[in-house]
């Protein structure tokens, strides 16, 4: 059986143990390369995506041998693949923090979303898939949001990538950021607030809320800036804007923050001359799941993040 794509028929894959466990939508937007995701999640929902000639949902788990059904897919997108312009390229070259032969870890520049989508036509993974064409089994092991610098791992090989994944749902990964924020008092903080998922019209939010899911950040003093502050927070789960939410519920929204800061902040960052989250996922340890050797690495601060700790350190108030 093929497992080509094309456009002009329909085509069946079979599932071999690098896919195992792959999400259906996931395998898909890796194999029709360039498909927007919209139109992907448009032929599952219409059955016309089949695995072993039954109808079955974006989340569905493949396993070796199901067999795959792909209808053809006529986009002039689909034929080439995102361009990567040669800034980017050279960003990611230098942002690589760590390679062995089943992971990468790179430090991804603040304003890059992690994969396209959403109105962006051209995401990290999308932008290393094109880099480096050889390796086919790329995907992400997790997610920083848009405008978070830092940190974050790819893995090769999707066995390498459940091994990873299994380890951060137990635990098995520490991972630290640094934040930018006003009004934190004190050396230590722990906050423990369930976190709710939430619509707001097209936007998606997080709230604390009883009925949220347990949630736990600890958050300590670096450097202090008259009322600003630079803070490390660990991550004792690993909710969607955690750390972001935990901040604004304690009383010290992080700087530049556009989801859940302050005016006040905005104002003191635009009196600096900058603009940004200032939020950066500082570091990673965790215990290698082949090798057994802990890795540990800390990701800079980029230049923006930098200039503006330069100009509050010189401007205390």
């Known amino acids: 059986m093929s497992d080509t794509p094309a456009a002009d028929r329909v085509t069946f894959v079979t599932i071999d143990e690098g896919r195992d466990g792959q999400r259906l939508d996931n395998f898909l937007i890796t194999h029709l390369k360039g ?28 396993a070796v041998d199901d067999v795959v059904r792909v209808p053809p897919v006529r986009t002039s997108e689909s034929q080439a693949p995102p361009v990567v312009s040669g800034g980017l390229a050279e960003r990611l070259a230098r942002a690589l923090l760590y390679e062995d032969d089943q992971i990468f870890i790179f430090n991804k520049p603040a304003g890059l979303a992690v994969h396209g989508g959403s109105g ?10 094109v880099l480096y064409p050889e390796e086919r ?41 640094w934040l930018l924020c006003q009004g934190f008092k004190g050396s230590e903080r722990r906050m423990e607030a369930p976190l709710l998922k939430i619509t707001q019209g097209n936007e ?7 009925e949220g899911k347990a949630s736990v ?14 803070v490390e ?3 004792g789960t690993g ?17 530049g923050d556009d989801k859940y800061g302050s005016r006040k902040g905005d104002a003191r960052l635009e009196a600096l001359g900058h603009r940004r989250l200032c939020l950066h996922a500082r570091s990673l340890v965790f215990r290698h799941p082949q090798s ?26």
């Open 35 to 62: 498909v927007p995701r919209s139109r992907i999640y448009r032929i599952i929902r219409s059955g016309e995506v089949r695995v072993n000639k039954k109808r079955a949902k974006q989340t569905t788990r493949l």
């Open 233 to 235: 927070a660990r991550l």
């Open 120 to 129: 962006v036509s051209l995401g990290l993974i999308e932008a290393l898939r």
């Open 217 to 230: 950040t600890d958050f300590t003093l670096v450097e202090r800036f008259g009322d600003a502050a630079l």
């Open 292 to 317: 057994g050797e802990t890795i540990k690495v800390n990701a800079p601060l980029d230049e923006d993040f930098e200039a503006i700790l330069t100009a509050l350190r010189s401007d205390k108030r």
């Open 204 to 210: 998606r939010m997080v709230r604390v809320s009883r």
């Open 137 to 177: 089994n790329l995907e992400l092991v997790h997610r920083l949001d848009r405008d978070t610098s830092g940190c974050i791992m790819v893995a090769r090989h999707r066995g390498f990538l459940r091994r990873l994944q299994k380890l951060m749902q137990q635990g098995g990964v520490e991972k630290r950021y």
């Open 239 to 255: 909710r969607t804007h955690q750390i972001r939410v935990h901040s604004q519920f304690g009383g010290f929204p992080i700087l």
